[in-house]
């Protein structure tokens, strides 16, 4: 090959390759960006495992990228090893469809009205409808269905231009040597999975492949070795998504690998030893792009076929060869997986189930605190005090994470949602802040042996138990996504903070008789002033549902249009309320 031909083979598989991840990300869009999440939540039987792997590879054109997705699934908690076996068989599987589509660079046509049949007028038609609609159409779904017939005229060119860098080969005797060594089975894996984990692909190995078939010198015995091992070299770089995993992560991402070389050696010791027998005459048959597609197809069908029954063996030995014991899931935390960031879908999804984590621990640790002030407990107290830790945690996770996400396209949907956590993970954090307060007070009343008045007794059981159920109704609000509910926080808060003023009247009073102390009136304050702030971040949380829900975000706004405008709604919430918890 000539220098120029060389460099043409170089383009055209850069080509090629963009044109693919162009293609398959704009299928992704188009399909909602939710394969990723389908895949989660689906994969829970074997036969649903593969069929999902195979159905996500062959829309994204990736097995890596189904396989680390999974990978990540893993390492996050969200799937088991088992299940993910499943699915990396299936991407395996789901990968063969690339060939199919680069079969059709080799569609001809003849003269006349037969040309407009022919590659390039294909390619051309496809690359001209998708720049039009992608430089005036302002639709989002529209544009990603451009990007797909741009993709796949980007790859038709790639592939048109390795065609043509290689079609001077077939008169080369070298390249007719190297073939005939590569039908030698051990070499010719080797070299083709090298050769795949170089390129990171082995669609484009595949489609590489395919364009040497042009020569007409590529014979089924050099092809069969050389697609075994590119099924094996495929496995490359999901091996570099366990840089950074847990035991059970590094597991999975070995599965690849591990299925790749023995399905591969199996099908191989199985083939040549019948051949052995039977010596099948189609070894010198030539190949061409359909025949290599079919091959390929075939292969892998027959790899995962092989494996497949034996999926529990293939979960020992990876733990084998990975040993340790499994991550601790008791931390949602680990939800919150860095390889999800390119899968909004998915991200959003992991951020929501940890936002509700925090949710839940942070109203664990209201209603704990609560129960100090009747009983104090020191090992409750403790809990108070590792919970409000482990909410600080969360919120600092979970800010950096969505920061992150932000920065990638997502859908409206996905968007407000978003937009929602950042909103709403300070007031959780300083729910659970309060909620120490509490827990402080009540230490400080067993401390000095602090004895409220039977009225003041009374004030603070009727406000604390209004804050409990404030609290709960807007993280029931929150995690159903319950505007109704969501709606009557603000209400009940205004009543929460009538009443505590109310109370403190009272208190005034009772220190001006010598009922309560000052000692006793320090504490009863800052409880009250906690209860306060508990059913403010309440509000806060709920307007931002509110809000956000109607595309607005001015709470100041809002608010002051609730209380101005107080409807009939607003009134009957607060009176019910008021009758509920009354003195």
């Known amino acids: 090959m000539s220098f120029r031909e060389i460099m043409t083979l170089?383009?055209?598989?850069?080509?090629?390759?963009?044109?693919?991840?162009?293609?398959?990300?704009?299928?992704?869009?188009?399909?909602?960006?939710?394969?990723?999440?389908?895949?989660?939540?689906?994969?829970?039987?074997?036969?649903?495992?593969?069929?999902?792997?195979?159905?996500?590879?062959?829309v994204i054109q990736?097995?890596?990228?189904?396989?680390?997705?999974?990978v990540g699934f893993v390492n996050s908690g969200m799937m088991k090893v088992r299940q993910a076996i499943s699915v990396i068989l299936g991407a395996i599987l789901g990968t063969s469809i690339t060939g199919w589509i680069i079969c059709l660079s080799t569609v001809g046509g003849g003269s006349g009205i037969a040309s407009i049949f022919s590659t390039t007028t294909l390619t051309a038609s496809v690359a001209l409808a998708g720049i039009l609609i992608r430089m005036f159409s302002k639709k989002q779904t529209l544009r990603h269905i451009a990007d797909i017939m741009m993709g796949f005229a980007v790859l038709m060119f790639g592939m048109s231009s390795m065609s043509g860098?290689?079609?001077?080969?077939?008169?080369?005797?070298?390249?007719?040597?190297?073939?005939?060594?590569?039908?030698?089975?051990l070499l010719g894996i080797i070299v083709g999975a090298v050769f795949t984990a170089m390129l990171q692909s082995a669609s484009a190995a595949v489609g590489i492949l395919q364009a040497?078939?042009?020569?007409?010198?590529?014979?089924?015995?050099?092809?069969?070795?050389?697609?075994?091992?590119?099924?094996?070299?495929?496995?490359?770089?999901?091996?570099?998504?366990?840089?950074?995993?847990?035991?059970?992560?590094?597991?999975?991402?070995?599965?690849?690998?591990?299925?790749?070389?023995?399905?591969?050696?199996?099908?191989?010791a199985v083939f040549y030893i019948a051949n052995a027998i039977f010596r099948f005459p189609f070894l010198e048959m030539i190949m061409n792009p359909v025949s290599i597609a079919v091959l390929n197809?075939?292969?892998?069908?027959?790899?995962?076929?092989?494996?497949?029954?034996?999926?529990?063996?293939?979960?020992?030995?990876?733990?084998?060869?990975?040993?340790?014991?499994?991550?601790?899931?008791?931390?949602?935390?680990?939800?919150?997986?860095?390889?999800?960031?390119?899968?909004?879908?998915?991200?959003?999804?992991?951020?929501?189930?940890?936002?509700?984590?925090?949710?839940?621990?942070t109203e664990?640790?209201?209603?704990?605190?609560?129960?100090?002030?009747?009983?104090?407990?020191?090992?409750?107290?403790?809990?108070?005090?590792?919970?409000?830790?482990?909410?600080?945690?969360?919120?600092?996770?979970?800010?950096?994470?969505?920061?992150?996400?932000?920065?990638?396209?997502?859908?409206?949907?996905?968007?407000?949602?978003?937009?929602k956590f950042l909103h709403t993970l300070s007031d959780f954090e300083r729910i659970s802040d309060h909620a120490l307060r509490i827990a402080d007070s009540a230490a400080e009343v067993k401390e000095k042996n602090l004895v409220f008045s039977g009225e003041a007794k009374h004030e603070l059981d009727v406000i604390g138990s209004a804050v409990r159920e404030i609290v709960r109704l807007t993280f029931h609000a929150f995690i159903d996504g319950d505007q109704e509910a969501a709606s009557r926080v603000e209400p009940f808060e205004e009543w929460i903070d009538?009443?505590?003023?109310?109370?403190?009247?009272?208190?005034?009073?009772?220190?001006?008789?010598?009922?309560?102390?000052?000692?006793?009136?320090?504490?009863?304050?800052?409880?009250?002033?906690?209860?306060?702030?508990?059913?403010?971040?309440?509000?806060?949380?709920?307007?931002?549902?509110?809000e956000l829900e109607?595309?607005?975000?001015?709470?100041?706004?809002?608010?002051?249009?609730?209380?101005?405008?107080?409807?009939?709604?607003?009134?009957?919430v607060y009176g019910e309320y008021s009758a509920r918890f009354a003195l």
């Open 10 to 58: 170089i383009g055209g598989v850069a080509l090629f390759l963009f044109g693919m991840t162009l293609m398959g990300d704009g299928l992704k869009k188009v399909a909602g960006n939710r394969l990723e999440l389908v895949l989660y939540r689906l994969s829970s039987t074997p036969l649903k495992g593969v069929l999902l792997g195979t159905g996500v590879t062959a």
């Open 62 to 70: 990736s097995s890596c990228a189904t396989s680390v997705m999974t």
């Open 165 to 185: 860098a290689v079609s001077s080969l077939g008169d080369a005797p070298g390249f007719r040597v190297l073939l005939v060594s590569m039908s030698n089975p």
């Open 212 to 268: 040497l078939s042009l020569t007409g010198e590529l014979p089924f015995e050099t092809a069969l070795p050389l697609l075994m091992g590119i099924a094996v070299g495929a496995s490359a770089p999901v091996l570099l998504s366990a840089v950074g995993a847990n035991t059970d992560g590094k597991r999975a991402a070995l599965v690849y690998p591990v299925a790749g070389v023995v399905s591969a050696l199996a099908c191989a």
């Open 297 to 361: 197809t075939v292969l892998r069908f027959a790899m995962v076929a092989l494996l497949a029954p034996f999926s529990d063996l293939l979960e020992v030995l990876v733990s084998l060869l990975v040993p340790g014991k499994a991550p601790d899931e008791s931390d949602p935390a680990l939800r919150l997986e860095e390889r999800f960031i390119k899968h909004p879908s998915i991200a959003v999804e992991q951020s929501r189930q940890t936002v509700e984590a925090m949710a839940n621990l």
């Open 364 to 419: 664990e640790s209201l209603d704990e605190a609560l129960d100090l002030l009747h009983t104090f407990n020191a090992e409750t107290y403790q809990a108070v005090k590792d919970k409000e830790v482990a909410v600080d945690r969360y919120e600092d996770a979970l800010g950096t994470y969505l920061v992150k996400l932000t920065g990638h396209e997502m859908t409206d949907r996905q968007n407000k949602e978003v937009s």
């Open 498 to 546: 009538s009443l505590c003023g109310e109370l403190k009247l009272h208190h005034v009073e009772r220190l001006a008789k010598g009922q309560c102390t000052i000692h006793q009136g320090f504490v009863f304050n800052d409880l009250l002033t906690d209860y306060r702030r508990v059913s403010d971040h309440c509000s806060n949380i709920a307007v931002a549902m509110i």
């Open 550 to 572: 109607a595309d607005l975000f001015d709470t100041h706004e809002y608010l002051s249009q609730v209380k101005e405008k107080r409807s009939a709604d607003f009134d009957r």
